[in-house]
């Protein structure tokens, strides 16, 4: 017998691949993944233990609680570098597997379509390219779950791969690696893997995680295989959409036609939308007149994964766009006047402010995100490890791209969906016109640097800023609990002040039996009765403290206020 791998004989026995590897799991076989293989001895082996052991534990009824939703076609994208077969593999797949294929019917392009698996479905998006990918995550749109990576088995890795490879890391999407020209006579599939290994990417054959496939996308090989594979990871993430819930799409494709009037493309992640709707799609709305899927033809409402046209717009909106539903047409209206035609907001409020407020505002977090592009390797060398050598408290930074050339549109748009903590350094390089507009629009900060102990600086500053402020206790006061009164909604503990004073702002540890119990914040501070702001050693007084009141008698309150420390 062959080796089996363990998503087939998941499918054998009718479970998930998921499923069956948490089982395994359980009866001592761990850390197998869905596409390992096994030997005939170690399948009866398992077939043997998955029988027995579901013979003895047959699951409760109810008691495996399925997710919220029903699972969903998963949405795919295509990436990697120029030439490498990209469009190739989308129009092999189309050919091959399209679902719901029509004899004789017409397939237009419509920005993406849905392939057929053994009656399983895959949505990919048909428009290839990491700037088409990014734009979509930019604008807060467009779910892709899964990426393919294709790189040609004859020119290996190149810049616009790794750039790929960089742009899926920060989608934080799971990656299957498509090896296409594996036809051509100087393929080199050891040379593939290889860079890969050398990239993090040590694949699954090798013993890392990475999933390949062998494909030639012009001789149509090995395309099932690459389709099982998107099946199976796709089961891993379980990916499920509720179709009565909100509505998740935005528009993948628009264009304008003459007879049909604005036509916009989506893909829905979650929710439906029905003919006749009435939606909102960023400044322009409309009634749902017509939904035609991929085959061209009408249907009524538009689930979960499927691709479908949108006619009934008042005007043609931007790629990108979320889609909204509206209670009717007159609050679509509203909404759709309420947006400015372009989004002109962000960019306004950001002109205002100087470079050094927008250099606080972006360093905000525990982690400083770097693009970094460079005139040469030498250099980007050099900025990396002067880079590296800045250690300070806590702040760790991240380099989500590094390549040589001018800042690009693609770079922007990586710095944009991750917004806040994230900036492009160029050194020796500017950005084009076209990337700068879209930087001031989007808020992203760009700096350009010619010396590089200038770059190392602004960084080491950038990232000292974020380091959140340290603060020490000052003691105030301290007192002993008396008595205890029940109020409505709490305790009041009635203290002597024995040393120091009690202040109403004051923060507090409470100790019982030199240990400390709790530390939290007085609620309120009372004296004979009434509000206090202080109360001072020898005097008397009732105190309240937040989200507390397990308070005994003989306890004691030490209060206290913080003070920030230079680090
Ligand atoms: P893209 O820029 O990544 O979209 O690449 P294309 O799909 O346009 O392909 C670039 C060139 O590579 C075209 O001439 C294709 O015919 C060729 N090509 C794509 N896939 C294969 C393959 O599997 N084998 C061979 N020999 N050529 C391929």
């Not at 030997?39 to 409760?60: F, R, T």
């Not at 959409?241 to 264009?255: F, K, Q, T, W, Y």
């Not at 995100?369 to 050099?382: D, F, H, N, P, Q």
């Not at 350094?425 to 900060?445: D, I, N, Q, W, Y």
Request: glycine fraction near 8%; charged fraction near 25%; proline fraction near 4%.
């Amino acid at each position: 017998m062959a080796r089996k791998r363990i998503y087939e004989i998941a499918r054998e026995l009718g479970v998930s691949s998921k499923e069956l590897i948490t089982k395994l799991e359980q009866m001592g076989m761990p850390g197998l993944k869905a596409t390992n293989t096994v030997d005939e001895e170690e399948y009866s082996l398992i077939l043997n233990l998955y029988q027995e052991d579901v013979a003895v534990a047959k699951p409760k009824e109810g008691q495996h609680k399925p997710k919220k939703g029903v699972p969903r076609a998963p949405i795919v994208s295509v990436l990697g570098h120029i030439d490498h077969g990209k469009t190739t593999l989308l129009d092999a797949i189309r050919e091959s597997h399209l679902a719901d294929k029509e004899a004789g019917g017409i397939t237009q392009t419509v920005g993406a379509y849905q392939a057929d698996l053994h009656g399983q479905k895959i949505t990919f998006i048909d428009t290839p390219g990491h700037k088409a990918f990014t734009g979509m995550r930019a604008r807060g749109a467009m779910a892709t779950d899964i990426a393919i990576l294709v790189i040609a088995a004859d020119d290996g890795i190149m810049a616009q791969t790794v750039e790929a490879i960089d742009h899926i890391r920060a989608a934080n999407i799971p990656m299957i690696v498509a090896i296409n020209k594996m036809d051509k006579p100087n393929a080199d599939l050891k040379k593939v893997m290889n860079d890969l290994a050398q990239r993090g990417l040590t694949p699954e054959d090798w013993g890392g995680d990475t999933v390949t496939v062998p494909i030639s996308a012009t001789k149509n090989e090995g395309i099932t295989e690459l389709l099982e594979m998107i099946l199976l990871v796709a089961e891993m993430e379980d990916l499920r959409a509720d179709p009565d819930g909100l509505l998740e799409a935005s528009v993948i494709e628009s264009h304008l036609s003459v007879g049909r009037g604005p036509v916009a493309t989506t893909v829905i992640s979650q929710g439906t939308i029905h003919q006749s709707d009435c939606i909102v799609v960023g400044s322009t709305h409309g009634r749902v007149r017509a939904l035609i899927n991929q085959n061209g033809k009408h249907i009524r409402e538009a689930t979960p994964g499927t691709v479908v046209e949108i006619l009934g717009l008042q005007e043609v909106p931007p790629v990108g766009t979320p889609i909204e539903i509206a209670k009717n047409i007159t609050q679509a209206r509203q909404i759709a006047a309420s947006r400015p035609a372009k989004q002109v907001t962000r960019h306004r409020a950001r002109e205002q402010m100087n470079v050094e407020d927008l250099f606080r505002e972006a360093m905000e977090g525990e982690k400083l995100r770097l693009i970094v592009k460079a005139s040469s390797t030498g250099a980007l060398e050099a900025i990396h490890h002067e880079l590296n050598s800045i250690t300070v408290d806590s702040i760790e930074l991240e380099f989500l791209h590094t390549g040589v050339g001018a800042i690009s549109e693609s770079d922007i748009l990586l710095a944009s969906t991750v917004a806040k903590n994230c900036l492009v350094v160029g050194f020796g390089t500017k950005p084009g016109s076209k990337a700068s507009k879209l930087a001031s629009r989007e808020g992203v900060l760009i700096l350009s640097y010619d010396i590089i102990y200038e770059l190392v600086e602004q960084i080491e500053r950038a990232l000292k800023q974020m380091v959140p402020p340290k603060y020490e206790e000052v003691k105030l006061g301290e007192t002993e609990v008396r008595e205890l009164f029940k109020v409505p909604g709490g305790i009041v503990a009635g203290c002597a002040v024995t040393a120091g004073k009690v202040t109403s702002n004051g923060k507090i540890h409470v100790v019982r039996d030199n240990e400390q119990l709790f530390t939290g914040q007085i609620a309120s501070l009372r004296r004979f009765k009434k509000d206090a702001r202080e109360v001072q050693s020898g005097q008397e007084c009732g105190i309240c403290i937040k989200d507390f009141d397990n308070i005994k008698v003989g306890d004691k309150f030490i209060i206290f206020t913080l003070k920030e420390v230079e680090p």
